[in-house]
């Protein structure tokens, strides 16, 4: 799931008053909101970390980098772009499947045991092209694909 829009709404105003000798030594450095956050992962490091837990998989550093090279092959792609552009999301899945396994068997070379994977394990090659497909889907739509 992905964050679309965020609304920040402001529910009241007013102020705090402190009695006399309370303010002394006391510095207040505001430097915005919120909690700390959380370390945030990448979306395609989170990608290979839900499919390691799913799936019981150690993959790493050099999946991610081939799940990288998928994705930016297929962002690329003028047809998907185009068919993203004019369809909905269930209509551009039937699209986007053929092009994705093509990209996998071009680079099944590179790294045999992630792209085997892929082609061997169906519910494995599924839960990544629903994961890619969303984020590829989203970035030909808001236009911030490569074709943009």
């Keep these: 799931m992905l964050l679309q829009y965020y609304k920040l709404e402001k529910k009241s105003e007013g102020i705090i008053y402190l009695e006399d000798g ?7 450095k505001v430097f915005g909101g919120g909690q700390v956050a959380e370390p945030e992962t990448d979306y395609l490091s989170n990608i290979i970390a839900r499919l390691n837990e799913k799936y019981g998989t150690n993959f790493s550093e050099s999946e991610k980098l081939a799940v990288e090279q998928i994705s930016s092959n297929l962002k690329a792609n003028k047809d998907l772009d185009l068919k993203a552009k004019v369809n909905s999301y269930d209509v551009f899945k039937h699209a986007f499947e053929p092009q994705f396994l093509n990209g996998v068997i071009q680079k099944y070379d590179k790294n045999q045991e992630f792209y085997g994977k892929i082609l061997k394990d169906d519910g494995f090659r599924n839960k990544l092209m629903d994961l890619m497909m969303l984020d590829i889907y989203s970035s030909f739509r808001d236009g911030t694909g490569v074709n943009a």
């Design 22 to 28: 309370e303010n002394e030594g006391l510095e207040i």
